[in-house]
DNA sequence: TATTGTTATACTCTATAACTATA
DNA sequence: TATAGTTATAGAGTATAACAATA
């Protein structure tokens, strides 16, 4: 456990962090910014999946992703084909044009991480992207399991504890 | 140095990134949004300084602060003052009031991370701290020297070069 | 003429709420 | 009645450009 001093020092540099978000962002063509860029790595990374689901990926409300997959569509990079199963749905599926502009993309980004980490270590590298996904999943937990006071006291009794959903 | 697939993964997490910073948002006062709290935590770090000053340390362009300056001066966080040696500049300084929102906003992120990080070691969170730092010192080093293309082919004479500014 | 700030405008990302279509 | 998705609206962050005051 850290103490006050230490999560002070890491929430600044969370803050901090935003410089290195827009400095990526500006080296994105502008007809793909960050919120295009997601839907397209998300999809490629996962293959195939409906809106819900990609909202879930990205951790922004179904409003955001469907305004993000709308353009996505527009540009022709992915195609929402509907749910033979359930007709409220639709399927994401990206197209040959999303795999192309993926592979500018990570070209792009690839080329900046390359210039800017130029003395740092493959393991450093490696060590910083286990910590981010390591706090991404603590966050997650959190949300899953919010600060629950103190513990149910249980009744004392035999009784067979009703269902509370 | 590492390899594409590396970058690739790490790009990724400064994506999802964005759920923790959005996280760490909605617990804030709603009086007291992120810019907000970026001006005055880097006040109290770094103490009394002129608007151009502070721009350069939350990188970000100076219209982009004076709104956020404005916003924590209409609350009463900070004063700005004239400057008595140079009549264009204001200096920007911390009230008492501004410490206790410092205050409560190192209240609530502690306590947020104590919940969020709670099974991660003092060192672990070190760690994180220092590569991000690290993070950021490589990105503004890269922005003060950009992809310089082949080193300059200096003239085969023996006049002294023009002053290039 | 150059620099310090401020303001106007525009764009992106996000959430909430109202709405449509289907289950 | 509940769920999947869309759209309208509003708020925050940011950048560019035009502007005022001072150096």
Redesign the pocket.
Same mark, same amino acid.
């Given at each position: 456990m850290a103490d006050q001093a230490q999560y002070e020092e890491l929430i600044r540099q969370f803050s901090a962090f935003?410089a290195v978000k827009?400095e990526i962002g500006r080296l994105m063509p502008s007809e793909c910014?960050?919120?295009?860029a997601a839907v397209l790595t998300l999809l490629d990374r996962h293959g195939d999946m =409906?809106?819900?689901n990609l909202a879930e990926l990205?951790a922004?409300?179904?409003?955001?992703?469907?305004?993000?997959?709308?353009?996505v569509v527009e540009r022709g990079w992915i195609e =929402?084909s509907p749910?033979p199963a359930?007709? =409220?749905?639709?399927i994401l599926r990206l197209t040959p044009a999303g795999r192309a502009q993926i592979d500018e993309l990570s070209r792009r980004t690839t080329q900046l991480l390359a210039e800017c980490l130029a003395d740092w270590s493959d393991e450093e590298v490696a060590q910083l992207t286990r910590l981010m996904a390591r706090l991404r999943a603590s966050f997650d937990d959190s949300r899953a399991a919010p600060h629950r006071p103190p513990p149910p006291v249980l009744e004392q009794t035999t009784r067979t504890p009703a269902i509370t959903k």
């Open positions: 935003g827009r910014p960050s919120g295009s =409906r809106m819900s990205l922004v409300d179904m409003s955001v992703t469907s305004r993000h997959v709308a353009h =929402r749910d359930d007709k =409220r749905s639709r």
